[in-house]
């Protein structure tokens, strides 16, 4: 587990499932906050990205936590979304110039640029690596296959889209908004199945139970 603290300089803190806690503060980044951080299946790779306008994404050694092992840039300004694919083939990068990047992760060189056309917030893989959804500030969630075709427009009147998840037990995802709404939605149909009102403010995360049978959720009401 990875917490990203919002405090300047950088800061981070690794929780390790044997329950050590290691934490760095970068010196490459001294006036920027951590604003996206992914771990790679195989917990050998932590990317993190900051609020600073490189759009760079620092690829850090988790046994040698924090030590930078390379830094990758894919977007023209802050990179505000990171997320590997279950198979840890590939990294998605999300950035408020409206780009989503697919990364090849075993030499860490940009596969597809696929553009939404404005702010991209948030990233999520289905179940089997092979389609990636981002959620962008105009409320609309673009549905990609990996190859880069667009499969799919999930498109709602509330708000930005601020967080997504992708079950892993069948082909639908769950989008957090700035409204405080949560929105599921069926992929393959492209249309809302459930809504949930459960905050005041903007949803900051949402996730689905392993047998997806529950969504958690966090939001700026500290709920």
Known sequence: MILVGT????????????????????????????????????????????????????????????????????????????????????????????????????????????????????????????????GDADGIIHVWHRDGRKIGTLEAQAGAVTSIDWDLTKNRVAAGYSSGSILTWDVDRESSTQELRAHKGPVTAVLFSVDGSRIVSGGLDEN
């Open 7 to 134: 405090r300047v300089p950088w800061d981070l803190t690794l929780i390790k499932s044997d329950g050590s806690v290691l934490t760095g503060t970068g010196a490459n980044r001294p006036d920027c906050r951590p604003l996206a951080a992914d771990i790679s299946p195989d917990g050998s790779v932590i990317v993190v990205s900051g609020d600073d306008r490189l759009g760079e994404i620092d690829l850090l050694d988790n046994e040698h936590f924090p030590l930078i092992r390379k830094s990758i840039s894919g977007h023209f300004g802050p990179t505000s979304a990171l997320r590997f694919s279950p198979s840890g083939g590939d990294l998605a990068s999300a950035g408020k110039d409206g780009n989503v990047v697919l990364w090849e992760s075993a030499q860490w060189t940009p596969r597809l640029r696929l553009s939404a056309g404005t702010a991209v917030g948030c990233v999520a893989w289905n179940r089997d690596s092979t389609a990636v959804a981002a």
